[in-house]
């Protein structure tokens, strides 16, 4: 039989691309196996984070400064909630879900890659590694981008009305998604980037443009 005819090519259906299925070795058995196992643990902390955040005992900031966690603070003879406290647990939340979704995205790459074709790639390891903070970090560009109110992105939210506990799951919300889906967020951090920075190189373009063609004209009628 040609040795072509035995190559078995797979699509990942993250990317889209096509990879020729490599049998796993010794090497790569072991690294997803670490992969796994540090991922599991890591899905078990951003768990106990959640939990934590959303029953308001703030564990982590109490162990960070014990001053951030005063339920009120007294202005005036009125109750007023500590900003910074919202603030964090909002970004915290983001962050949280955006590593969680990347947590699980990595796990159904492991189970297709590892389990099912037994085809892991022991230079895979790192993109495990990096998983949960690369969703966490997009979580909360994602959360604050939106919530800038920019329009040009065409996907702009409004949270300054809502609670600070509903601001805090909503964050966790479109965190995990972005996490999840974190090679379609870059693709889409990608496009806005380019639509809100290049329109300005473009205008800037349009004006050295038309700046030149009037000087050539004004040559073209001095010639004559």
């Known amino acids: 039989m040609d040795q072509k005819e035995q190559i078995e090519v797979a699509i990942d259906e993250i990317t889209g691309k096509s990879f020729e299925l ?3 070795d010794r090497v790569a058995t072991i ?3 670490i992969s796994a196992g540090y991922l599991l643990c890591f899905l078990l902390v951003f768990l106990w984070f959640t939990v934590d955040l959303f029953s ?3 564990t982590f900031f109490i162990w960070l400064n014990p001053n951030w966690v005063t339920p009120q603070i007294s202005v005036g003879g009125e109750a007023h909630p500590v900003e910074i406290l919202i603030y964090m647990a ?3 939340s983001a962050f949280t879900g955006g590593a969680l979704g990347g947590i699980i995205n990595e796990f159904r ?3 297709v890659w590892h389990a099912e074709r037994k085809a892991f790639g022991a230079r895979f390891l790192w993109k495990g590694i990096i998983a949960p ?3 966490g970090v997009l979580g909360i560009f994602t959360f604050a981008v939106l919530n800038t109110g920019i329009v040009a992105m065409g996907a702009a939210i409004d949270t300054s009305e809502a609670s600070p506990g509903r601001s805090a799951f909503f964050a966790f919300a479109l965190g995990s ?3 999840f889906g974190s090679h379609k967020v870059t693709k889409w951090f990608d496009v806005q980037v ?3 920075f290049n329109s300005e190189q473009a205008k800037q373009n349009d004006g050295e443009k038309s700046a030149t063609e009037e000087s050539a004209k004004n040559e073209n009628k001095g010639d004559t």
């Open 194 to 196: 380019a639509r809100l």
């Open 56 to 58: 308001e005992r703030y």
């Open 177 to 179: 998604l972005a996490g």
């Open 109 to 111: 790459s492991l189970i």
């Open 31 to 33: 690294a997803a196996s």
């Open 133 to 135: 903070w690369i969703g």
């Open 90 to 92: 909002v970004a915290a």
């Open 22 to 24: 490599v049998p796993e």
